[in-house]
């Protein structure tokens, strides 16, 4: 009886723990369907993104939200595109970002964007389109190639 109090005890704590950390709570939370990853495993595992920082912050509706920003391999990306003109040039950085809401203890994706940035500050954000995330979670190129390559004039 002592063994199953303690282990209650251990748990709720652990569950107050998690809830005051939204970002570990974003971290270990596993993808759907279920395959045993975690967001945190998935992302760390993306070959295509360096750097990446987590943030959280509540939004104007007073939800909490954490925010995962990675730089995207811009040169790696372009790589599997097509020749394109001199019109366009790879863009100098890409960033992309994933917002994560946690209400009442459940955690979603709430949206995520691309942002690109010539040499010269011209910047460009476009939303990240369905399927994105799962193209991530899965290992596989995220960022169109489109969206890599900005007017050679900016």
Do not use: H, Q
Request: hydrophobic content about 45%; glycine content about 8%.
């Amino acid at each position: 009886m002592a063994r199953i109090v303690l282990l209650s005890m251990v748990l709720a704590l652990a569950a107050c723990a998690e809830e005051s950390d939204p970002v570990g709570m974003v971290r270990s939370a596993r993808l759907a369907p279920d395959t045993g990853k975690t967001v945190e495993t998935a992302l760390s595992a993306y070959n295509l993104f360096k750097d990446p920082v987590w943030e959280t912050y509540v939004d104007a509706d007073g939800r909490t939200v954490v925010r995962f920003v990675a730089e995207y391999d811009v040169s790696r990306g372009v790589a599997d595109c097509p020749p394109v003109g001199p019109e366009v040039r790879p863009a100098a950085r890409v960033f992309v970002t994933l917002r994560y809401l946690l209400e009442g203890g459940v955690v979603s994706l709430a949206d995520g964007f691309i942002e690109a940035y010539s040499t010269t500050g011209y910047s460009a954000r476009y939303l990240a389109e369905p399927g994105t995330v799962d193209r991530i979670y899965a290992g596989k190129p995220c960022v169109g190639c489109m969206v890599l390559y900005l007017p050679a004039s900016l």
